[in-house]
């Protein structure tokens, strides 16, 4: 593994010195995320490194290399019977640990189990100038001074190339039942917000097909005792459900139209834009295929109004920005990061914002 270390290494030292552009790739599974213009550059491949690190189920932390595959990490923590709590999305089956923190994706269980960056620990990155880097360390106790770690979190890999990575996990729950209420988008929010209130052990929620889905996680009697408490309708295929709004596999994601996400506040009204939507994280994320006449300017004033952004998913289209724009104090930061980790920059040049 100290051979491709060194290969990555002399990769970068040499772009650095010649400004040439590198885009950063694992497993592939992720490229059609971001702006395009850095999928067009020279390839600087991580997944061969790969394999964990460490690993104790009893401190609940877990180390693995950039290119290990997430399947194979979740296969290895479930079988101790453990987790990544934030769910992380694999897509086609080929998405990396390394491409999973640079991303920064969640999935259902995200708005009750944290983000993706809460379990970050630490990192070992390889900066713009060929430095090889530590960040964090693999206790909560031994984090301390700036949070890099969870700033290279959905960085997508403009700060440098993530070559490890110390996540914390959690056990899994003893048991999990899903209820399906035929409600409206008005009802499911409001059924949402009401819950949100409540001691109930939810995991995941979501609206999609005029259709309440609410899972529940944890203990047998706990988890029963929501169950009555809620009434609906229990579905027995769960887990397949989950995982195609996980992996968006589920028929509301097909197709070659242009996919928002946009990030709410939870308690904001539905949103008046015309399309079909879907409705995760007690409301707090709501995906968008809006039709043609609504454009990118209007989409995100929607957005700003419910006290969020958009981010243009899937559907690239080089007229679009893909993530949302900064306001020129957060842009600035950006770039003054930019040029700490990054001064030729050679990562992913435009890859998260136009501006570099």
């Known amino acids: 593994m100290e051979a491709i270390v060194e290969q990555l290494t002399e990769c970068v030292v040499k772009a650095n010195e010649n400004k040439q552009a590198l885009c950063i790739r694992g497993g592939g599974s992720k490229d059609f995320y971001g702006n395009a213009e850095a999928l067009h550059d020279s390839k600087l491949e991580t997944g061969p490194y790969r394999g964990i690190v460490d690993y104790d189920p009893t401190e609940l932390v877990v180390s693995a290399r950039?290119?290990?595959?997430?399947?194979?990490?979740?296969?290895?923590?479930?079988?101790?019977?453990?987790?990544?709590?934030?769910?992380?999305?694999?897509?086609?089956?080929?998405?990396?640990?390394?491409?999973?923190?640079?991303?920064?994706?969640?999935?259902?269980?995200?708005?009750?189990?944290?983000?993706?960056?809460?379990?970050?620990?630490?990192?070992?990155?390889?900066?713009?100038?060929g430095r090889i880097l530590n960040f964090g360390g693999r206790v909560m106790k031994n984090v301390a001074g700036y949070d890099v770690s969870r700033l290279m979190t959905g960085a997508m890999g403009t700060l440098g190339v993530i070559l490890e990575a110390?996540?914390?996990?959690?056990?899994?729950?003893?048991?999990?039942?899903?209820?399906?209420?035929?409600?409206?988008?008005?009802?499911?929010?409001?059924?949402?917000?009401?819950c949100a209130g409540q001691t109930l052990p939810?995991?995941?929620?979501?609206?999609?097909?005029?259709?309440?889905?609410?899972?529940?996680?944890?203990?047998?009697?706990?988890?029963?005792?929501?169950?009555?408490?809620?009434?609906?309708?229990?579905?027995?295929?769960?887990?397949?459900?989950?995982?195609?709004?996980?992996n968006q596999t589920h028929p509301f994601f097909y197709g070659n139209k242009k996919l928002w996400r946009l990030s709410v506040k939870p308690t904001s009204p539905p949103l008046s834009i015309l399309g079909e939507q879907t409705i995760e994280w007690g409301g707090a994320l709501?995906?968008?295929?809006?039709?043609?006449?609504?454009?990118?300017?209007?989409?995100?004033?929607?957005?700003?109004?419910?006290?969020?952004?958009?981010?243009?998913?899937?559907?690239?289209?080089?007229t679009i920005q893909t993530f949302h724009p900064l306001p020129p104090a957060l842009l600035n930061i950006h770039r003054r990061l930019k040029r700490q980790f990054d001064p030729a920059g050679i990562f992913n040049p435009q890859r998260l914002f136009p501006e570099f």
């Open 66 to 129: 950039a290119g290990t595959p997430l399947n194979e990490l979740e296969s290895l923590l479930s079988e101790h019977g453990q987790m990544l709590a934030f769910e992380p999305p694999d897509f086609n089956g080929a998405a990396t640990l390394g491409g999973c923190i640079a991303a920064g994706l969640s999935g259902p269980r995200r708005g009750y189990a944290g983000a993706a960056r809460d379990v970050v620990l630490g990192v070992k990155l390889l900066d713009g100038r």
């Open 166 to 194: 110390s996540l914390k996990v959690l056990p899994k729950p003893e048991t999990e039942r899903t209820l399906c209420f035929e409600l409206p988008v008005e009802q499911a929010l409001e059924t949402m917000r009401r």
């Open 202 to 246: 939810i995991s995941a929620t979501c609206h999609i097909d005029r259709r309440f889905y609410i899972r529940l996680s944890g203990i047998e009697s706990a988890v029963h005792a929501a169950l009555v408490k809620l009434g609906g309708d229990e579905i027995t295929a769960s887990l397949n459900f989950w995982e195609s709004i996980k």
């Open 286 to 318: 709501r995906w968008l295929a809006a039709a043609e006449d609504w454009t990118a300017a209007a989409i995100r004033a929607q957005a700003e109004s419910a006290g969020g952004h958009a981010t243009l998913f899937r559907g690239n289209d080089e």
